[in-house]
């Protein structure tokens, strides 16, 4: 039994598109509902540098906001290694290349479901 709603849905399209803007790398998407209670998806994706990766912050967190989702918690902006923006039920995660291989948040994770981006996107556009 999925406890997912409809704007947990919503927020993950949004911050996936708001990635895409910018050109995020290797964006991944878990829906972890039915392992924990703490999110329904957390977004995981790469920036080259750290002016990209503030930047990918810069768009999801206004892309979102706009969209009535305001970030309750943001850490990492300013070394921009690893970004962590909490907005609710959906955790999205920006990574340098260097920490994104260290943390392997895909790999802790593994217990969640790996969404398909297609399958995200399908009734968004």
């Known amino acids: 039994m999925e406890h997912q709603t409809g704007r947990s849905l919503e927020a993950a399209r949004l911050a996936i598109a708001a990635l895409e803007d ?3 790398e290797d964006i991944r ?6 392992v924990t209670v703490i999110a329904d998806y957390f977004i995981i994706a790469g920036g080259g540098n750290k002016s990209q990766i503030q930047a ?4 999801v967190q206004e892309k979102l ?3 009535g989702f305001p970030a309750r918690q943001t850490e990492g902006y300013d070394t921009a290694n690893w970004v962590l923006l909490d907005f609710g039920d959906v955790i999205v995660h920006i990574f340098d290349k260097e920490n994104r291989l260290l943390y392997d948040l895909e790999r802790i994770w593994g217990d969640g ?4 981006l297609s399958e995200l996107k399908g009734s968004a556009e």
């Open 113 to 116: 479901r790996a969404v398909e």
């Open 65 to 67: 906001g706009r969209a």
């Open 29 to 34: 998407v878990i829906d972890i509902s039915r």
């Open 56 to 59: 990918l912050c810069d768009n």
């Open 22 to 24: 910018k050109k995020a």
